[in-house]
């Protein structure tokens, strides 16, 4: 087992040398330069000299592989770089906005699988009733809104009609841990609600597929009560897929968690990539797409490592 | 007499409702007398397997139903039971083993668990002791090893071994009745008579009676007590298996039986297959549902549902052209 995870470990650095190569590549070809935005902000008719000077201050007069090695260089010393406007370390600034991040992913993961799987569940027992019918309705409205939508009205409705409105001011954890996640409820709620609905879904088909198994059956002849047979015997068999879903749209939680951050201004990794991307600042979305798929490969090993746990058969290999 | 353990009387369940309902187990009565073995035989679709499922009332519901008869264990009716009390008698006084061991054991669970499962819900025994009695019980189903494998899931054992530990599931409350729907049929040969010797042996330490449901005369020659024969949903025959062997009253019987090949027959001689296909159960002919397959058949059969009728007291049929008629 430890083994295997060293392995897993070991293939994830091809993975993210090619795809902190593509990353460092295209972000140089966002149309408009960093020069010209520095630039434009003091004197807009800046002689080539100044441009050069520019340039070379901040790194960028090497040809593009030079560029990539010596950050290649820098990383290896855990360094990401400095930004190209503040100046601070790219590394710096990663380490206080990851775990705003993480915490409004984990939040909005938990919601939608506390929301999803119960949910799931109930609708699968009472296959093709109303209430049934209720819920695959309300899960197709709530894949079908999109969160940026919600999170907008949400800033705008109660602050025309009783005048309050989220907190825009951003509170820590270690400042308030019940205010900090009061204000992040909000968001982590529209952010897993396109989820859970999928979570929903997904439960409800794995559920109907297992309850129609035979030993469904033979636990009914055993006596056992409806829900034992649902928590004990059927869940976990319906869960796997489930877990599988959930490696799998951890990224996309992610992407919604760039816009919710810009809606409900909370100055986690989203943010900071917008920023980044308006200012050009090269060597911060490099770093910050770098932790990205650092986390997605090591979520997507706690899945597959989770597997063992759920199916029986996966552990005895 | 004593009273008979089970009296099933006018079991009737139906699949659907309308025009496209289809009536799987049709107006059955048998009896299950306490310690006996009775065995109901039949092609697929004859109606055995709902004919178990309704005495457990564990029919699909929808769209299966049980629309008539009575249910009689232990003086109880079980298709007028509240779902809490069934619950209580299912895997406790009446136990079932399933035809496909491979698929009707949780994957996901160790088998040790399984096993325990009913003996603390039904006997309240906490989970430790319950566990210490699984042991004691794969012991009886002659798993070797039987204490670390406990811990094993389904997927670490063979066919037979699998059908072992149902077996030993199904004991763990010692039932009073155990139905065995095809327990051997998924198996391989050898094991088959493994498994059912084991059954027999252990339903006669323990005193259980046994409904043993089959499609293999063999089997019943050799395990059962009494026999039904069904066809079409309805029992057409009925007898202690010594005197159906000896004295086959229902064309389908006979059909049956000259359909088994024989080790003691000259070489040369054929088998005769009963000719056609089972019937529809959602639309089957008039009068007796054998007729369109019946190489005795007379006019009557096509105009007059036959009821089972006595040949003599332990010997029913359902035919016209028996000479008992």
Same mark, same amino acid.
């Given at each position: ?317 | ?41 039949? /092609? ?38 509240? /779902? ?11 136990? #079932?083993?399933?035809? /496909? ?41 002659? #798993? ?24 030993? #599931? ?59 024969? #069904? ?95």
């Amino acid at each position: 087992m430890q083994g295997y995870i060293v392995r897993r470990f070991l293939a994830l650095i091809p993975t993210l040398i090619f795809a902190s190569f593509i990353v460092f590549i295209t972000v140089r070809l966002i149309p408009g330069n960093i020069i010209e935005l520095m630039l434009s902000q003091n004197d807009v008719s800046a002689s080539k000299q100044t441009r050069d000077q520019l340039e070379a201050a901040l790194g960028l007069d090497t040809p593009i592989y030079i560029q990539y090695f010596k950050w290649m260089a820098g990383l290896l010393q855990g360094d990401l770089g400095k930004s190209l406007w503040t100046n601070t370390p790219v590394m710096e600034e990663i380490l206080y906005r990851l775990p705003i991040t993480f915490q409004l992913g984990m939040m909005a993961l938990l919601v939608s699988l506390l929301v999803g799987i119960p949910i799931g569940v109930y609708a699968a027992l009472k296959q093709d009733t109303v209430g049934d019918y209720l819920l695959r309705t309300l899960s197709i409205l709530m894949l079908a809104i999109p969160g940026f939508w919600v999170g907008t009205l949400v800033m705008v409705f109660p602050a025309m009609w009783w005048g309050w409105s989220p907190s825009v001011r951003f509170v820590t954890f270690s400042q308030d841990p019940w205010g900090n996640f009061v204000q992040l409820l909000i968001p982590a709620l529209i952010l897993g609600k396109a989820f859970s609905a999928i979570i929903m879904r997904l439960t409800r088909t794995l559920m109907l597929e297992v309850l129609r198994q035979d030993y469904i059956r033979t636990a009914r002849a055993k006596g056992l009560s409806v829900s034992t047979i649902v928590i004990r015997h059927a869940l976990r068999n319906a869960l796997i897929p489930v877990v599988t879903l959930v490696g799998l749209q951890a990224p996309l939680l992610f992407g919604g968690a760039v816009i919710l951050e810009q809606i409900f201004v909370i100055p986690g990794m989203g943010l900071l990539l917008l920023e980044a991307v308006g200012t050009r600042d090269y060597p911060t979305i490099t770093g910050v797409f770098l932790v990205i798929g650092v986390a997605v490969v090591i979520i997507n090993l706690l899945v597959d490592l989770s597997y063992g746990f759920l199916d029986p058969k996966v552990r005895n290999r | 007499m004593t009273k008979p353990l089970l009296q099933v009387r006018n079991l009737t369940t139906r699949f659907g409702h309308g025009l496209g309902s289809v009536t799987a187990v049709n107006n059955v009565s048998f009896d299950v007398n306490a310690g006996e073995t009775v065995a109901i035989v039949g /092609e697929s679709g004859s109606g055995k397997s709902i004919t178990a499922l309704s005495i457990l009332r564990l029919v699909p519901e929808p769209p299966g139903k049980i629309v008539g008869g009575e249910i009689l264990f232990d003086g109880l009716d079980l298709t007028k039971l509240p /779902e809490e009390e069934m619950r209580a008698i299912r895997g406790n006084r009446i136990a #079932m083993i399933f035809q /496909e061991p491979m698929t009707s054991l949780n994957p996901s669970l160790t088998i040790g668990l399984q096993i325990a499962e009913p003996i603390n819900l039904h006997m309240k025994m906490p989970w430790q002791k319950a566990y210490d009695k699984a042991k004691q019980l794969l012991d009886r189903v002659r #798993m070797p090893d039987a204490k670390s494998r406990l811990s094993s899931h389904p997927h670490q054992f063979s066919g037979g071994m699998r059908q072992r530990i149902m077996i030993a #599931m199904a004991l763990a409350c010692q039932p009073k009745l155990i139905i065995a729907d095809e327990p051997t049929t998924a198996l391989d040969v050898t094991v088959q008579a493994q498994i059912l010797e084991l059954l027999k042996e252990l339903t006669r330490e323990t005193g259980s009676s046994l409904i043993l449901i089959t499609h293999d005369l063999g089997v019943v020659a050799r395990y059962a007590d009494r026999v039904c024969v #069904m066809y079409g949903g309805k029992i057409i025959e009925t007898a202690s298996a010594h005197d159906l062997y000896a004295r086959p009253l229902h064309p389908y019987t006979r059909g049956l039986m000259a359909s088994i090949p024989r080790l003691d027959q000259p070489p040369g001689v054929r088998l005769v297959p009963i000719k056609g296909q089972p019937p529809n159960l959602a639309q089957l002919p008039p009068g007796c549902s054998f007729n369109p397959r019946c190489g005795e058949v007379i006019d009557r059969c096509r105009r007059d549902v036959p009821e089972l009728m006595h040949a003599d007291e332990k010997h029913l049929h359902a035919c016209w052209t028996s000479p008992h008629v």
